[in-house]
């Protein structure tokens, strides 16, 4: 894994960085097929340059797609599913069967095994992804308060192409962010930020982590750095075009443990209610932000939104400077009973 692998593995460990070719892209037919090891970022700039992309994507690049089919990641949005959905056909080398072809028109159920098998069904080789027209979005940010968004859930779901949303923890708003196709000539092309814009972002990153270190010794500090850092940056209404990956990639700021669960879209409301009452009643100081993301049903064996839409629900821990400074194992743990 060029990521931080989640392998905990005392045996062999196959390293797929040699397997990374993009083998074809079909123009025509909108499809890409490339070996397992080719990352989302490789992948990205060669449907760019052919005038294509993938219909979502999830908040980093640095994936193989063998990784990210193996763990059905996400992006977020009611219309376009994971990335294992948009698989079209696959190559696994299993360790009894030999190497397999599977393709989605065979309509064989074990196709749909191997488009997310956490690895245990064989080593996915090759695959080929169904893409689309390149296209550019048409993105707002805009403030709203957590409950009003609790009370609309589903029209909020549903309110444009992509949504999702940070609820700011120990404050009533969130941040929803929604976006909406347009054609890809309105999308400005790409600048080099200043080097003063630059030097910005290094002082606001380099602040917020002293304070998140600061708040190691000084718990209460928390709900204060929400409040301001909210309150700073992410207050205001925002509307831009930009490119696809402009909106679905974006900077995870520090190292950090997260803990992620999928409910159902119906469900969701009551699950981010019960989470507000935990963290209020147990005294958690819970950092910023917990990402709430919509994916569709699809027909994934081991998909969370197998036959069902979800919500994808994360709370996060960070490690400002590397350094655990929270018990986030039962925050996490009391998380997890709820869900
Ligand atoms: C900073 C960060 C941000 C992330 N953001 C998101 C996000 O927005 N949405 C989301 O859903 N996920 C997200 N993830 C999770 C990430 O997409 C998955 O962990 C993904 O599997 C990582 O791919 P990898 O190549 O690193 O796989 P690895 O970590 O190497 O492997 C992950 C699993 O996939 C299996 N696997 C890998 N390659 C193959 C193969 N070729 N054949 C068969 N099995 C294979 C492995 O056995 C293992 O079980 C994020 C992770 C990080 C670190």
Redesign the pocket.
Known sequence: ???????HCVDTVVW?DQMSSILSIDRHAKTVTVQ?GATLAQLNRALEAEGLAFSNL???SG??I???I??A???SGMRAGLLSSAVLALEIATPAKGVLRLTRASSSPLFWAACC???VL???TEVTLQVEDAYALSVEQEPRTLDDVLVNFESVARSAEYVRFWWYPHTDWVLLNTADRVPPALAPPPRRPSLLSRLLSRVRFNVLQSALLASWIVTPLVPIINRVWRWLYFSSRARAIVCPIQFFNFD?LFMQHVDEWAVPLSEAAAALTGLRSLIEFRGYRAHFPVEVRFVPRDSVWLSNAHERDVVYIGVISYRPFGIDIQDFRKYFADFDALM
């Open positions: 894994s060029p990521l931080l692998s989640i392998v797929m397992a999830p908040s980093v994936q193989t063998g990784g990210a193996a763990t990641t996400h992006g098998s956490l690895g064989g080593v996915v995870c």
